[in-house]
């Protein structure tokens, strides 16, 4: 019986040491997604709908993802457990080659995942594209 108990507490002991160990990792390196939204005039014709995908991206993210914004005239926000549109204007013409510039956009290099919320039928490679 004694040995039993032994084995019990040290193995509870080592199934609490992991928990805390996989929490802690987690939470200093969590899920990094950014999402990209086409602002442009021709996304502006289903703008509902880009709105849309964008709220649903973020609907049940989990307790380790974090959120960046960025369209393709610039960054809207950084790292956040939220996304936040805000009052993202759709002018102009589409350009996603500036999305690739890592001067302008920082957090690309940082991104475990990176989507763009577009209607183009041409979309950059590297990018998993969401359709309004």
């Known amino acids: 019986m004694k040995t ?6 040290i193995h509870i002991v080592l199934f609490a040491l ?3 160990g996989g929490h802690w990792w987690f939470k200093n390196n969590p899920r990094r997604v950014l999402v990209a939204v086409d ?12 709105v849309a995908a964008v709220n649903a991206v973020d609907d049940n993210p989990g307790p380790y993802t974090v959120f960046a914004l ?5 960054p809207v ?4 457990k939220t ?6 204007v759709a002018f102009g013409p589409r350009n996603f080659e500036v999305l690739e510039d890592d001067a302008r956009f920082p ?21 998993t594209v969401v359709r309004p």
């Open 4 to 9: 039993l108990l032994r084995w019990l507490v």
């Open 18 to 20: 992991v928990a805390v």
């Open 39 to 50: 602002a442009s005039f021709d996304a502006a014709k289903d703008w509902d709908g880009t």
């Open 70 to 74: 960025v369209t393709d005239k610039g």
């Open 77 to 80: 926000h950084g790292w956040q």
């Open 83 to 88: 996304l936040e549109l805000g009052n993202i």
């Open 107 to 127: 957090l690309i290099d940082d991104a475990t995942e990176r989507l763009l919320v577009t209607n183009a039928p041409k979309v950059p490679s590297g990018w």
